[in-house]
């Protein structure tokens, strides 16, 4: 290889931008790296010392010993070899070297010996080399050698440490500018000035503390009360020189900024450093009237120069003033020396170790064992001796050996540190010794401590918001369920048009409200993006005018025209969801409302386009209100946003729903958009798609649109409670489909072996084997993908989750309603295939609600029957035979502490208090299954005295239903 066609790395391009990244290339001499020059011209003993930086065409001197140019062409340079090599490139007589013999230093006799080390990056850069020079042959030293690598690793420790540096003050300049660019008012400076991240102290034109941030005084160690009125001089070191105070006061009261590290002593005596920064503030005049000061806490960068400053001196204090552990052993283990923080981290004097100890005096057996055992896994090899678990793998791989360990001190601390052991070798290439560098860890296990307690203590708080969310939903979906419930039945008595039209608006407020509030409650499902938007078909315009005649009392009380104008093309009937419509309309038309108080609001629903499968609808909310600031329009949608901060004190709201309604569009592929005028008024506007409803679809006028299947299907029903069992006989039978019945799972997965079935009805608890382990059994033992609806009194999301997580299709609450399980049925049939099986038939929904008495309801059981007298009556009969019966078997269970049994029948008797709609009923024994449930679980020993008095009022309850049952029995049947 010649001079003409120098080598090049391979990583070239990489190389260089790492030099650069450093800013070292012509800049001017430096202490640190001349030391360092120095040391190892005195090292090595050569003339020649130099550090230098190797770029696209030249090799420049940072620093350098013996040598007076500052540069040389790159294509000349002995170093371009060295940067091409991990290790140190030895040449020690270079005209016995097959290329570097013809460089022209070497025919002129300049140069005849060579030892470069490159300049390593953390990345692996070659960016530069040490290198030392003779002009006659020479040999070095393996000891040498080491030092010359080492004090190469300590000239990029100081590259780093510059950059580092460098990129804290670039930092604190640019907090500083950022901190300065707006002085214009007092105020301004104080929002700027005051930044957590830097200490900050305001004096007036006599240097009177007139203000300090918090970080001045946690450095400092006074308190606020102590530095105000004080001057600076409550924390003067006494370090500096009188001459340094009078270039700070005569600079600042010439109007400049002064900048400057300082030395300050804190109340208990221990001294910190600080990078400076004082801004004079000037009046008209041009005289100071105040001063700002902004500084860093430099202490340890004071602190690690003062350390590398040390190790500079001499090859000795290289190693002695190191602050790790450093331990040279020989090849036996035996310590041969070791530096001064290695005794002190470890507690030992040095005659204790050196020559008479091994590193295994410090290390923990049971973690040496722990290492060695991995190790010999590792590598398929036994360790003979316990020191080999520590150097085999620099001696066989060649490479350090770094890993965490534990020191034991003398005192028997132990303290967590980071080992490097590398190999030390001879000119041969054998292994002489070896060279183990520790650093102690504590720090870094204390902070990894910390952030694994900040993890969590925030899991924590995830788990407390989704419990607090999970009670709030319930404490508040309990009552407004009862709001709703109510109504329905007060809407199935006989009324007269004003009293429907009344209870509509009731019972549709209640649903808009229940829907909001679950959206509100379950914020988190919002920011996870769960909303699921659930399009039905539904008449558009009778649900807006539901929402404009809700609105329609709040905009008559305030006295503005509230107006809802609809397009003449308007269809009745699309396919949408209802329900985030309904809630998008509420939440805008009621803002509109609420922040108008004279003037008008119109809503207004046009016709965008329309071809044969969908229409587009544009939605409008215009009001003449207060209006929105232009400055707010950009922020308007977002969550917890109003107008101004006046708006939510004025008008109230939490400021979430506008953010919500944005989103619930977004999930429906529109965009809600708003023009405004402060004083004028608001438009907020957005535009939908709707699937058309052709004449298949669900007809909402109280009928029920039932497809009929060709063939029977054949059903497997997994129930133990007979009354449920002959219930959803009746109506799977009514269906016109057929039906088996299994007592429990066991006998379920083998009547599922004996015959084909299309579907399985699956309740969740059931003695021998429940819903939960028979539908795993089916889908991991059998293998089969029947269809499986789960069946259960449970309605939490967390069981239902449970059950799609199982392997189930779909899920139905008890008590169930008949077409939406004959819905379901056919959903689950339509997703394996059997679609084109069905053809359309209407079936009339069930009788009204009839109340019977002042307990028993009929409602529900009279809809599955269908008016079957004869199965009403079979029906009444069982569960009045049953009752008695099963409340006895209830009570001598919970006498006996047998909470699995308690939990099972009370779970049984609510399927039956469900039929007959005895909510008391059903409340008392939900109680009593949940507390014998946790109590079964979690071992506990004894029911609550309140499960104990409901179970007397159940009793009571139920001996007045059987009481009014078997009457009717007697009248009407």
């Known amino acids: 290889m010649s001079a003409s066609n120098p080598p090049i ?45 190797i770029d696209e065409d030249r090799q420049w001197y940072k620093a350098k010993v013996g040598m007076d140019v500052q540069e040389i062409s790159r294509p000349l340079t002995f170093c371009q070899y060295a940067i091409l090599d991990d290790k140190l490139t030895y040449v020690p007589d270079a005209e016995e070297h097959s290329v570097l013999k013809d460089n022209p230093s070497v025919r002129e006799g300049k140069v005849r010996f060579y030892a470069g080390t490159p300049l390593t990056t953390p990345s692996g850069f070659h960016i530069g080399t040490l290198c030392v020079v003779d002009s006659k042959p020479k040999e070095l030293n393996e000891d040498q050698k080491a030092a010359l690598e080492t004090l190469a690793n300590h000239v990029m420790a100081h590259l780093e440490l510059k950059k580092r540096n460098k990129k804290l003050k670039n930092e604190v300049s640019k907090l500083a500018e950022k901190a300065l660019d707006g002085i214009a008012k007092e105020l301004d400076y104080y929002k700027m000035a005051i930044d957590e991240t830097s200490i900050v102290s305001i004096t007036d034109e006599s240097g009177v503390i007139t203000y300090v941030n918090d970080k001045f005084c946690a450095i400092s160690q006074f308190r606020r009360d102590e530095l105000l009125g004080q001057t600076h001089k409550i924390i003067d070191s006494g370090f500096h020189s009188k001459a340094f105070f009078e270039s700070l006061w ?62 500079l001196k001499t090859q000795s204090s290289i190693i002695d003033g ?30 204790e170790v050196v020559n008479v100890k091994t590193p295994l005096i410090f290390l923990d057996e049971q973690e040496l ?17 316990d020191l080999d678990v520590l150097v085999d793998s620099a001696r066989t791989n060649n490479t350090a050996d770094s890993r965490e360990w534990t020191y034991i001190t003398k005192s028997g601390k132990r303290i967590p540190v980071w080992q490097t052991i590398t190999c030390i070798y001879d000119d041969e290439g054998q292994v002489q010794g070896y060279l183990s560098v520790a650093e102690d860890y504590s720090s870094k296990k204390k902070v990894e401590a910390k952030l694994i307690e900040a993890k969590q203590l925030a899991e924590q708080a995830v788990a407390m918001k989704a419990n607090f969310l999970a009670n709030m939903s319930h404490e508040i979906r309990t009552p407004m369920n009862a709001i709703i419930g109510f109504t329905d039945l007060i809407s199935e008595t006989k009324l007269d048009d004003t009293q429907t039209e009344y209870v509509g608006h009731v019972k549709m407020a209640g649903e808009n409200l229940l829907l909001l509030v679950n959206d509100i409650l379950d914020l988190s499902k919002i920011e996870a993006g769960k909303l699921v938007i659930d399009p039905q078909p539904f008449n558009i315009k009778a649900s807006l005018k539901h929402n404009y005649e809700l609105l329609k009392i ?89 107008g101004e901060e006046s708006t939510s004190r004025n008008f ?24 405004s005028r402060v004083g004028i008024g608001s438009e907020f506007y957005f535009s939908l798609i709707y699937q058309k409803v052709n004449d298949i679809d669900v007809n909402i006028n109280n009928k029920v649109e039932l497809p009929e299947i060709n063939r029977k299907v054949s059903i497997l029903l997994c129930e133990d409670n007979v009354i449920n069992q002959r219930l959803v006989r009746n109506v799977i039978e009514g269906f016109g489909f057929e039906l088996d019945i299994a007592h429990n799972g066991k006998e379920g997965i083998e009547m599922f072996s004996s015959k084909v079935y299309d579907l399985v009805l699956m309740d ?38 449970r059950c799609f997580d199982l392997g189930m299709n779909a899920y139905v609450s008890k008590p169930f309603r008949k077409e939406e399980l004959y819905a379901k049925i056919l959903e689950v049939l339509d997703r394996h295939g059997l679609k084109e099986k069905v053809e359309e038939r209407k079936v009339e929904e069930a009788e009204a609600a009839v109340s019977v008495g002042s307990k028993i309801n009929l409602s529900y059981l009279r809809e599955l029957s269908e008016n079957n007298k004869e199965f009403e009556k079979e029906i009444i009969a069982m569960f009045c035979q049953k009752v008695e019966n099963e409340i006895e078997v209830l009570e001598k269970a919970m006498h006996e502490q047998d909470f699995k049994e308690v939990k099972e029948f009370a779970h049984a008797m609510k399927s039956s208090a469900s039929l007959f709609l005895l909510e008391k009923c059903v409340y008392i024994l939900n109680q009593t299954e949940k507390e014998a449930t946790e109590l079964w679980k979690n071992g506990g020993t004894e029911l609550s005295k309140e499960v104990f008095e409901g179970i007397n009022e159940l009793k009571q309850l139920l001996g007045e239903a059987t009481e009014e049952l078997n009457d009717l029995l007697e009248k009407e049947y």
């Not at 105040?290 to 340890?300: G, L």
């Not at 064992?369 to 001796?385: D, I, M, N």
């Not at 308007?570 to 409302?593: E, S």
């Not at 889908?779 to 609806?789: A, G, H, K, Q």
């Open 9 to 53: 790395p391979l990583n070239e391009q990489e190389r260089l931008q790492a030099l650069r990244e450093y800013e070292i290339m012509d800049t001017s001499p430096e202490e640190t790296f001349d030391s360092i020059a120095k040391l190892a011209s005195y090292i090595c003993e050569v003339p020649i010392a130099l550090i230098s930086f």
């Open 322 to 351: 190191a602050s790790y552990s450093i331990v040279f052993m020989d090849t036996r283990g035996i310590i041969r020396k070791i530096n001064k923080s290695g005794l002190q981290l470890l507690g030992y004097k040095e005659s």
């Open 652 to 675: 109230g709201g939490t400021g979430l729903g506008l953010n919500i309604s944005k989103q619930l569009i977004e999930l429906q592929d529109g965009k809600l958009e708003v023009k």
């Open 554 to 642: 709040r905009a008559h009380e305030k006295l503005i025209d509230f107006n809802l104008l609809l397009d003449a093309e308007l269809p009745d009937m699309v396919v949408g969801d209802k329900g985030r419509l309904n809630q998008i309309m509420m939440n805008l038309a009621g803002n509109a409302i609420k922040f108008t108080t004279d003037g008008e609001v119109n809503i207004m629903v046009k016709k965008v386009r329309e071809d044969e499968e969908s229409i587009e609808l544009k939605f409008s909310i215009k009001d003449t209100g207060i209006g929105i600031p232009e400055s707010k329009l950009a922020t308007i949608f977002e969550r917890f946003s109003q």
């Open 764 to 801: 969740l608890q059931m003695p021998l084997m429940d819903g939960y382990q028979a539908t795993v059994h089916l889908r991991t033992e059998v293998n089969s993908d029947i269809p499986i609806i789960a069946m259960t009194a449970h309605s939490f999301i967390s069981e239902r989750q």
């Open 250 to 311: 005569k600079t600042l009261l010439a109007g400049k900024v002064w900048k400057n590290e300082i030395k300050n002593k804190a109340k208990d005596g221990s001294y910190y450093w600080e990078d400076m920064v004082v801004v004079p503030f000037l009046n008209p005049h041009g005289k100071p009237y105040k001063f700002v000061s902004i500084k860093r806490d430099i202490t340890e960068e004071k602190h690690r120069k003062q350390r590398i400053t040390n190790l």
């Open 369 to 385: 064992e722990k290492v060695k055992k991995e190790l010999e896994k590792e590598y398929s090899k036994t360790f003979a001796k």
